[in-house]
């Protein structure tokens, strides 16, 4: 186990540094455009592969780097160039992070990488699990998957909803009831393969924020995969829900939520950036806007808005290195630090660009100023990969032991 460290070493400073460049250069000019096309900006993800920065070797580097905070880094400095864009880079990785979770080593060695693409020709990858009546309440999934034995095959049926890249992603994977009378102990995540007959993008959302990051419904139809799409394979899936059915205690973990849970962090990070970015930006602000002959930084009133900001940023990535570092060393958590990880970062994205467009007035209101962009893309992080709702639910059942509704 590596001892935590709020000093990251060389390594981490040596990435934090060339993805800022990326961030500043690439991504941070080109926000305005791909929000306002509201579309996937490929040439963006093209580039980022080229540099090695859109890959499942770099990833996998940052995802298993012990120190804890290498995906962190890689997280905040991306969504700090821009949310949209930042998550049409990294969106691929919650269904590789599904994979990682729930998969066989050969499952991994096989659909990883394919997720990715090559830099030459890039692809992304979709994670479905929500459907429209099964957001917060994933036991609630009716999207079903029943084994064919003759062909050895599994044929997935359903509708999803909300899924990032869901439609335009190489390889989706999808998140199924094999047994619906066991509720979320019955579900099994599948990988989709490219080009498969049945699965195809439904509607496309229109959103208020991230909207270079494309969100879709996915329409199953009758969707055939072999048998060895089912991550994790039969075998293992058969223990778990025999397990389940005897009424067995710790009957295996939810496929969604094994996700979700590895996860968390990386995706408070990303609020982190957003509220990073945006409190620079007001920073600068209230130092050169002068009014009453003064900039308005001057005003303790301003100035303490600042200083709360500031605060809350910074003790959202001490909350977001610890539940990561925890989840790199195998640290269970038994306080639920992973959803307090990104409960407080995403309230904080909230809270921190809501006060930086207060502080920049009437231009904090306008598209002049990247704030208002931020404002908007933060209103997610408190509502996927759990809402807050959902992270203190799961936060008091962990500190109570109780169940808690
Ligand atoms: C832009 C975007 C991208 C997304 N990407 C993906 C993706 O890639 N893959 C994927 O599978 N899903 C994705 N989602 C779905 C997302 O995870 C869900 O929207 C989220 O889990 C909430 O579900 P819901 O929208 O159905 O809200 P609901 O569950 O209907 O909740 C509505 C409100 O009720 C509250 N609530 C519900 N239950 C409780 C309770 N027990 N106690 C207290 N409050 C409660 C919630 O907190 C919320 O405020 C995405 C969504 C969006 C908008």
């Known amino acids: 186990m590596t001892t935590f460290s709020l000093d990251p070493g060389p390594d981490q400073i040596a990435v934090r540094d060339w993805l800022h460049g990326f961030a500043a250069d690439v991504i941070r000019p080109a926000a305005a455009e791909w929000d306002e096309r509201e579309e996937t900006p490929w040439p963006i993800i093209q580039e980022a592969a080229k540099l090695g920065i859109y890959s499942l070797d770099f990833y996998a580097q940052q995802f298993f780097d012990p120190s804890g905070v290498g995906i962190p880094i890689a997280m905040e400095e991306l969504f700090w160039g821009d949310a949209g864009i930042g998550l049409a880079i990294t969106g691929t990785t919650l269904a590789a992070v599904a994979v990682l979770a729930n998969g066989t080593d050969e499952q991994i060695g096989t659909w990883a990488p394919q997720m990715f693409g090559t830099p030459e020709d890039v692809k992304v990858a979709a994670f479905c699990s929500s459907e429209p009546d099964a957001g917060s309440d994933v036991s609630a999934l009716r999207t079903r998957a029943v084994y064919d034995e003759a062909k050895d095959e599994w044929v997935l049926n359903g509708t999803k909803t909300w899924a990032t890249n869901g439609g335009i992603a190489h390889v989706h994977v999808v998140v199924a009831t094999v047994d619906p009378e066991l509720g979320s102990r019955g579900q099994a995540s599948f990988v989709v393969p490219p080009g498969t007959k049945g699965l195809s993008q439904g509607q496309k959302f229109k959103k208020h924020g991230i909207r270079a990051s494309h969100t879709a419904e996915v329409v199953l139809d009758g969707v055939r995969v072999p048998g ?127 006060q930086a467009m207060q502080i920049l007035g009437g231009n904090g209101y306008t598209r002049e100023y990247p704030v208002e962009r931020m404002h908007r893309d933060s209103a997610i992080y408190t509502v996927f990969e759990g809402t807050s709702e959902i992270q203190r639910l799961v936060i008091a059942r962990a500190i109570s032991g109780a169940p808690i509704r």
């Open 228 to 354: 060895h799409c089912l991550l994790g394979g039969k075998e293992k899936l058969d223990a778990r829900l025999a397990r389940a059915r005897e009424g067995a205690k710790g009957g295996g973990r939810n496929a969604a939520m094994a996700t979700f849970e590895a996860s968390r962090p990386a995706v408070g990070a990303q609020a982190i950036g957003i509220a990073r970015a945006a409190y620079e930006v007001a920073l600068d602000y209230a130092r050169t806007r002068v009014q009453f002959g003064k900039p308005i930084i001057e005003n303790q009133g301003v100035a303490f808005q600042l200083a709360d900001m500031k605060t809350r940023i910074d003790a959202a990535r001490l909350l977001v290195w610890r539940a990561s570092w925890m989840a790199v060393n195998n640290q269970p958590f038994t306080s639920a630090e992973g959803s307090m990880s990104k409960l407080y970062a995403g309230e904080t994205a909230k809270f921190v660009t809501a």
